[in-house]
T-cell receptor, first 113, second 113 residues
């Protein structure tokens, strides 16, 4: 069964450093998302991406964040200068079209120290 | 934007009992309501979803009901088993495929053997 894959599974970084979280969505999917989940809290939307551009972003997704689909298969989330409060589990998700199921990756646990 | 409220935050039942989790949403344009199950440290996985053109959907021991007028929807799990223990999230999204999911705050279900 196809699945969304994310790398790395866990990343530890120093405050102020840049991180790139990587995702490979399911191949025939058209819509891509990043969500985050702070430990013990709900899943929060960050950004959606369709047709090679951002469709929607939340107030969390400020200038420190960017997304890219560099080669037609990978979908990346970059945090330019990490803060302690960026520590969370980051989930990538993708779906085909319309109101269909969003498939989540297994997540990248980001720890900022 | 959409706001999804979920209750209760924790729920403990005896094996074999039923469990009910309730969610309300604020955006009357939302028309897709999935439920995700998240086991500790794992990705959210869709267990059932409902669209606004139906009032109820059932899949074995799991059912979801939707009241569009009142803007609430509920998850019903019958004959609960210990493996049902997890955090359950409701979510809502608007019609266009690009729209992201807005999640509720989650319900930690504990099924006591």
């Amino acid at each position: 069964e196809p699945e969304v894959t994310q790398t790395p599974s866990h990343q530890v970084t120093q405050m102020g450093q840049e991180v790139i979280l990587r995702c490979v969505p399911i191949s025939n999917h058209l819509y891509f998302y990043w969500y985050r989940q702070i430990l013990g809290q709900k899943v929060e939307f960050l950004v959606s991406f369709y047709n090679n551009e951002i469709s929607e972003k939340s107030e969390i997704f400020d200038d420190q964040f960017s997304v890219e689909r560099p080669d037609g298969s990978n979908f990346t989330l970059k945090i330019r200068s990490t803060k302690l409060e960026d520590s969370a589990m980051y989930f990538c998700a993708s779906k085909t079209a319309g109101n269909t199921e969003a498939f989540f990756g297994q997540g990248t646990r980001l720890t900022v120290v | 934007g959409e706001n999804v409220e979920q209750h209760p935050s924790t729920l403990s039942v005896q094996e074999g009992d039923s469990a009910v989790i309730k969610c309300t949403y604020s955006d009357s344009a939302s028309n897709y309501f999935p439920w995700y199950k998240q086991e500790l440290g794992k990705r959210p996985q869709l267990i059932i979803d409902i669209r606004s053109n139906v009032g109820e959907k059932k899949d074995q021991r799991i059912a979801v009901t939707l009241n569009k007028t009142a803007k609430h929807f509920s998850l019903h799990i019958t004959e609960t088993q210990p493996e049902d223990s997890a955090v359950y999230f409701c979510a809502a999204s608007r019609p266009t495929g690009r729209r992201a999911l807005t999640f509720g705050s989650g319900t930690r279900l504990q099924v006591q053997p």
